[in-house]
Every structure is written in structure tokens, then in C-alpha cells.
């Protein structure tokens, strides 16, 4: 067996030890003689492992218990509409568009009532976070929602907006777990797991209970209503119970290696490396303004598109895959969540230096 170094956006790398414990749980989980994906999601050996895992992305995130969370599916894209058909009272909100997924957002909010985009960081292809301190918000928004971790463009909101006493809603997909926060600033923090927690399928939902309500706009499907999948704590219908169960291995692993604040030294020293190499390299360059770089995602560029290419195929051949940037903005992207070790991130500048001298 020879594991690659996956800078994959998503899904991406796993934690060796999760993987490997469940492998050993694959025939039989604990004693019951089946796996976990053989298992009825009614059963009490399933609603253990459900229940730990909310509990223990409680403590990881300090979740106050005025918020419920909801493991859902979909994934973050289905969020896209669920938000609007669940919040959207005055059918008015405001978005910032930092890039595609805040965009995508943002549209399919349109189906729904008025989304207004308030900021925009697409006149320098997302390449940074606007202003958002004094934002034009309208009075009668539900809320204002933003991506606040930008997976194709690799940028990172260091402050969060002021809304103006309006809801926050924030995707938080490509950097879920990958630092503390504070839940109490959100109305509504969602993100599909496929990055930083475990495999795609999974999308959850930390929302506040006063926006748990009945009223949902006309025509909502009941498999899109918040309230349905609060009140049966995310059993209303079969969950993607093998999905959550790999969750809540990777949220022991946190607590194990010290929860969200060690997450985020460990996050800062190995988006250091790369940074660092970036800032001094004469071959490569980070195409994101240095105050709002993401730690999670980092796409680079040699300004030539056949070398970028070169690049690539090179780096895959010496065991570093997925480096390609995303399809709409080419050169490359390496994406360096929480489960990529050091020595990946150390390995790769390593390559990238070695490229830049026989590239010169
Ligand atoms: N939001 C962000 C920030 C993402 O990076 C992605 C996917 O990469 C999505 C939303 C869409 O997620 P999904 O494919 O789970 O719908």
C-alpha cells in the first residue's frame, strides 16, 4: 500500500487513524456482527453513534444549546435553496458574492424572493474579501449570508460582516473545523463534510432554534423544511448513517489531538510553509491578497499556462495529487485541511523548489 499526498479541495484527505479504525469496524462494529452500513439507523447501536457525534461537535465547537444541529444531506449546494425557502419571511435578503458558491447561492436565491447582492470581490476575480463594515443592507433582509471560506479562490474572511443586527448565514464548507468560532454570531453555519470532516454525503446544518419554524414558503417540500428534520433530531428519514458515523470518528480525532484551537496553530504553521515559499519564489505566485488568504485552500500560478501544466504532471508523477486549480481558473490549488499532515505540505514545497531550479 502507497498513500499519495491529496491536495484535493473535496473530497479530500482523511485522517490515516479514522480510516484505518474503520476498516477494523468494517465486518463488525463493536460486537453487533455488521457494519455500520449495514445497520437500521433505528437501532440503538446507530442512535449511540449518532448521539456521540452530535455531542462531541458540541463540545469541539462550543455549540450553545439554543442551536440545534441537523445532519443532513444533499449536499451544501441543497442549502442553496433550503435557506431561502426556510428564512426568507420578507422574501429579502442580502448576499456577498466572494466567489462561485456564494454566487451559486445567491442565484438560486433569486428563485425565491429578493436576494440583493450587497458586496462583490468579482471585479479582481475574488482575489479578496470587500469591505464588509458598513454594508448596505436592506432594513427588512432575513438575513446575510456569506461563503466564508472561498474553495476556488482561497480566500478567507479574517473579520466577519457587520450585518447591522441582521442574521448571519454562512457557509463554512472548505473550513469547517479548521479553527474555533464563535456560533453565537451565526444564525445559521452550514457546510458539506467532504473536506474537513469526512466523506461526501453528509451536509450539516448549526442553526439557531427561533429560525426553526413552521413558516416556510409555499411549496416547500417537507424533505426541505428545517423544522421536519429539528424535531426527529435528524432521523426523519434515513440519514446518511455511514456518512455521520465517519464524522463522528474524525470529531474524536480533533478532541484527541487537541480540539479547534490546536487545529488552528497546527492550520497556521503548515499554510506558513507554502506562503512563505510563495512570497519569495521567483517561478511561482499566491493570487490571493496576503490579509485575507485562506489557510485551507491555496492556489498558486506560474503566469505561463504550459508550465503550470508541466507543473502538474510532474508533481502527480512524484506522488502529489490533485494540485490541477479548479476547471474555471486554472493554475493550481492546494488544498491543505485539517487531516494533511506537515510533512505534505513540507514534501510539496520542497518539489516546487526543486521544479523552480530546472525551470528557470
Ligand atoms: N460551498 C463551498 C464553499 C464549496 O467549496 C462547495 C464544493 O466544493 C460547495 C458549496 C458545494 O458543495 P456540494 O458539492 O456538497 O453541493
Redesign the pocket.
Same mark, same amino acid.
Not at 444533499?74 to 441543497?78: D, E, L, M
Given at each position: 500500500m502507497s498513500r499519495v499526498y491529496n491536495f484535493s %479541495?473535496?473530497p479530500a484527505v482523511l485522517p490515516e487513524e479514522v480510516l484505518k479504525e474503520a476498516a477494523d469496524e468494517m465486518l463488525d462494529y463493536k460486537g453487533s456482527g455488521m457494519s455500520v452500513m449495514e445497520m437500521s439507523h433505528r437501532s440503538k447501536v446507530y442512535d449511540n453513534i449518532i448521539k456521540e457525534a452530535e455531542a462531541d461537535l458540541r463540545e469541539l465547537m462550543n455549540i450553545p444549546d439554543n442551536y440545534k444541529v441537523l445532519f443532513l444531506q444533499?449536499? %451544501?449546494?441543497?442549502q442553496f435553496a433550503m435557506i431561502p425557502m426556510n428564512l426568507m419571511k420578507n422574501k429579502k435578503a442580502a448576499y456577498i458574492i466572494t466567489?462561485q458558491?456564494a454566487k451559486?447561492a445567491w442565484k438560486e436565491a433569486q428563485i425565491y424572493g429578493d436576494a440583493v447582492a450587497v458586496a462583490s470581490s468579482e471585479d479582481k476575480t475574488f482575489s479578496y474579501i470587500p469591505d464588509c463594515s458598513d454594508l448596505d443592507i436592506p432594513e427588512d433582509a432575513d438575513y446575510v449570508y456569506i461563503?466564508e471560506?472561498?474553495?476556488?479562490y482561497g480566500t478567507k474572511y479574517k473579520k466577519l460582516p457587520n450585518t447591522k443586527g441582521h442574521t448571519l448565514v454562512a457557509?463554512v464548507?472548505?473550513c469547517f473545523l479548521s479553527e474555533p468560532v464563535d456560533v453565537t454570531k451565526y444564525g445559521v453555519i452550514y457546510?458539506?463534510v467532504?473536506?474537513n470532516i469526512g466523506p461526501?454525503g453528509v451536509?450539516i446544518v448549526i442553526i439557531r432554534e427561533d429560525l426553526i419554524t413552521e413558516d416556510t414558503l409555499p411549496g416547500t417540500p417537507t424533505m426541505l423544511k428545517y423544522k421536519i428534520h429539528a424535531d426527529a433530531d435528524s432521523l426523519y428519514n434515513t440519514p446518511p448513517a455511514y456518512g455521520i458515523y465517519i464524522c463522528g470518528k474524525v470529531f474524536k480525532w480533533l478532541k484527541k489531538m487537541g480540539g479547534l484551537s490546536v487545529m488552528k496553530e497546527r492550520n497556521e504553521e503548515k499554510a506558513k510553509i507554502l506562503y512563505d515559499f510563495l512570497d519569495q519564489s521567483k517561478l511561482f505566485k499566491g493570487t490571493v491578497v496576503k490579509e485575507d488568504r485562506s489557510l485551507m485552500n491555496v492556489p498558486f500560478v506560474t503566469g505561463n499556462e504550459e508550465l503550470d501544466a508541466k507543473f502538474v504532471k510532474e508533481a502527480k508523477e512524484a506522488g502529489f495529487e490533485n494540485l490541477k486549480g479548479h476547471r474555471t481558473v486554472g493554475g493550481m490549488r492546494a488544498s491543505i485541511y485539517n487531516a494533511m499532515p506537515k510533512e505534505g505540505v513540507e514534501k510539496l514545497v520542497e518539489f516546487m523548489r526543486e521544479f523552480e531550479k530546472n525551470n528557470a
Open positions: %479541495a473535496g444533499g449536499g %451544501a449546494s441543497q466567489g458558491w451559486k461563503c471560506n472561498n474553495t476556488i457557509d464548507s472548505s457546510g458539506g467532504q473536506k461526501a451536509v
